[in-house]
């Protein structure tokens, strides 16, 4: 046999491997072959759930990339052919030739010098005005030559082209090229155009106590407030609710009514330079349509300027998705940025007085523009509420629902908010529509008949005649200062040949409006009273609770003065109005500039100012009273106009 083979040596060494120059994409490799073992290492549920997610997650950014995009397409609201045919803005009547070629046949408007604006804060958020001595001489400068650029780029800039988004128009970018505006101008006048007020006669003494009282104001606003919704005059700043001027909006037509063409030039000129509708904010439909919509035609109707109609429209426009209801009934706010309408956030209820009282400012821009939409969406409501069941001899419940269309909270009546102006509104379209819609006529003559029946009562121990509230059969002697409206509306039918007993109980209302103001120790109403209807030794008719006492300068009571002293001719009526003029100057006025509301109308001694100054004391206190003063009745006649709810004049359509 062989030997064994001798073993082979013990040897000790180290393995070494070096990857001298290895790529980076075999590392990457190696990660993710070990992504792919860790999912492998999963088990199913784990990786089904995976999967699910991410596919929900890529649903949610298809759907919002959708979403997205839809919104900046361009639904104009009107058919397709309508579209093709029509532009996005179509010709605007201009003011007649005379108003633009010859300045001496109406009011001139020189440039005038507008305050410096104060940076716009939140809603409510009070901002003082920096110190007016020494920034004056610097800004006496700059607003010469902005008013004499202005003033010649009024005549050089055409109207802009409009590109719609969602239902709101903005304007295109400043190269864009427009035809001339002489190429867009008709050849002959249009029978829709303005009804421009030029001759005036000279204002006697009580008048130019109005128009002090305005300038007096006016100051105010322009020094602390320029540009913005509402002067608080006791703290020299400003209040916003929407932030588009609407002091200055809804007060054009009063300058213009008052010949303050100093005031009016420089308001112009802030509406054609400032107001832009293209922002990002809610606006309620209804008070933006009264004050902002209703300012700016009449307006243009008043003075013939072109510009006021074109941002009517432009506003209009911007109103319009609020009709986007299931029930056609319109939500009470809309963006008009966005042109996303919707409720208020506790209720999806709109108020009945509000969806009823757009309808004589949307008319009146169909037909002007030659836009249907308009006409056609407010009539809509009109319509629809005319049918509901629900009311009580003619009387409306105070809240409709915007999906059903159906009244809520029923067995509830009044005149006061929420519903007041529904019944004005129903007179007042029959009126501007030439007497012809009998269904408006027939309504208005049920519901006045149901306030005879159900809410009319008289006080003790002066036997005054008021108007309460009815909730669920049961009547309070409840009455609003608001429902002061309605002597003066009253009136109105009875001048347009309604019954000759509602002239008779406009007069008995109008006796107690003016106990409600002459009974306070201030000589001004308060916003709520309550009647006495059992006599007791010692007491008033009018009785106020606290919560109830302040006055926040409503024009109500010189409005239906108004209307009383036009068609009577009876002077008492204008000398209580001088009476309330004398309490405002007394316990609103304040000495910077500007009036407040007042907190407590029962002591003289401390009235209590508010800070706050309504944009209505000047769109419609003042411009009823500087009415109401005028022995004139051909100053806005009311066989030709008809006011809105805001005091804004509309003309009355002639028959077809």
């Not at 040596?9 to 001298?20: A, G, M, Q, W």
């Not at 649903?59 to 995009?69: D, E, H, P, R, T």
């Not at 609003?480 to 008779?504: K, N, Y």
């Not at 010692?538 to 003065?561: C, I």
Request: include cysteine; hydrophobic fraction near 35%.
């Amino acid at each position: 046999m062989y030997p064994p083979a001798p073993s082979a040596p013990h040897r000790d060494f180290i393995s070494v491997t070096l990857s001298l120059g290895q790529s980076e994409d075999s590392s990457k490799t190696r990660r993710r072959r070990s992504c792919w073992r860790k999912w492998k290492q999963l088990s199913r549920l784990q990786r089904n759930v995976i999967l699910f997610i991410l596919a929900f997650l890529m649903l949610c950014g298809l759907l919002s990339y959708i979403s997205m995009a839809d919104q900046w397409k361009a639904p104009s609201g009107r058919s397709a052919g309508e579209q093709r045919v029509r532009p996005a803005n179509p010709p605007i009547l201009p003011a007649p030739q005379k108003a633009d070629a010859d300045p001496g046949n109406g009011p001139v408007l020189p440039p005038q010098k507008p305050q410096r604006h104060v940076r716009r804060g939140p809603p409510n958020l009070q901002i003082r005005a920096p110190g007016r001595d020494s920034e004056g001489r610097r800004q006496d400068d700059t607003e010469r030559r902005e008013a004499a650029a202005d003033a010649a780029q009024q005549e050089q800039d055409p109207p802009r082209t409009v590109v719609s988004w969602r239902g709101a128009v903005i304007e295109p970018d400043q190269g864009t090229e427009l035809p001339s505006r002489r190429a867009e101008a008709p050849t002959r006048a249009s029978s829709r155009g303005p009804r421009i007020l030029k001759h005036m006669a000279s204002p006697n003494e009580r008048q130019k106590a109005v128009i002090d009282a305005f300038r007096h104001a006016w100051t105010g606003y322009r020094k602390f407030a320029w540009g913005h919704d509402e002067l608080k005059p006791v703290s020299k700043s400003f209040g916003e609710w929407f932030g588009l001027g609407l002091t200055l909006v809804d007060s054009l037509d009063t300058m213009w009514i008052l010949g303050l063409k100093k005031e009016f030039g420089e308001a112009r000129r802030w509406v054609s330079r400032k107001l832009q509708f293209q922002k990002d904010v809610d606006v309620n439909l209804f008070e933006s349509t009264i004050r902002i919509l209703g300012g700016l035609l009449s307006a243009y109707h008043l003075s013939g300027d072109a510009l006021f109609l074109q941002k009517a429209e432009d506003f209009g426009n911007r109103l319009m998705p609020a009709f986007q209801t299931p029930s056609k009934i319109p939500y009470s706010d809309v963006n008009i940025g966005t042109g996303v309408a919707h409720p208020p956030w506790w209720t999806s209820d709109s108020t009945v007085a509000e969806v009823t009282s757009i309808q004589l400012e949307f008319r009146e821009l169909s037909r002007l523009t030659g836009v249907k939409k308009f006409q056609e969406a407010a009539e809509e409501v009109t319509r629809h509420v005319h049918s509901l069941s629900g009311k009580k001899d003619g009387l409306v419940p105070m809240f409709i629902n915007t999906h059903s269309g159906l009244f809520t909270h029923m067995g509830v009546f009044t005149l006061g908010a929420r519903a007041d102006s529904y019944y004005e509104y129903l007179l007042k379209q029959w009126i501007q529509g030439g007497k012809q819609d009998a269904r408006l006529l027939d309504d208005y003559l049920e519901a006045i008949e149901g306030i005879k029946r159900h809410l009319l009562r008289r006080s003790e121990p002066s036997k005054l005649a008021f108007v309460g509230e009815l909730a669920h059969g049961r009547f309070s002697a409840k009455m609003d200062h608001l429902v002061c409206f309605l002597p003066g509306t009253l009136a109105l039918g009875a001048h347009h040949g309604l019954p000759a007993d509602h002239m008779a109980l406009a007069r008995a209302l109008m006796d107690t409006c003016y106990q409600m103001n002459r009974q306070m120790e201030t000589g001004l109403s308060p916003e709520i009273v309550h009647f006495n209807l059992h006599a007791q030794k010692g007491q008033k008719d009018v009785q106020v609770k606290p919560a109830d006492r302040h006055n926040l300068l409503r024009p109500e009571t010189v409005e239906s003065l108004f209307y009383l002293h036009r068609l009577t001719g009876e002077r008492k009526y204008q000398d209580w109005g001088w009476e309330l003029l004398q309490s405002f100057n007394t316990y609103a006025r304040v000495a910077s500039g500007g009036y407040s509301s007042i907190s407590n109308v029962q002591d003289p001694h401390n009235p209590q100012l508010r800070d706050k100054m309504e944009s209505f004391f000047l769109g419609e206190t003042l411009k009823y009273l500087y009415l109401l003063f005028s022995d004139d009745p051909d100053l806005l006649s009311l066989d030709a106009y008809v006011f809105n709810t805001e005091a804004h004049p509309l003309p009355i359509w002639a028959p077809a």
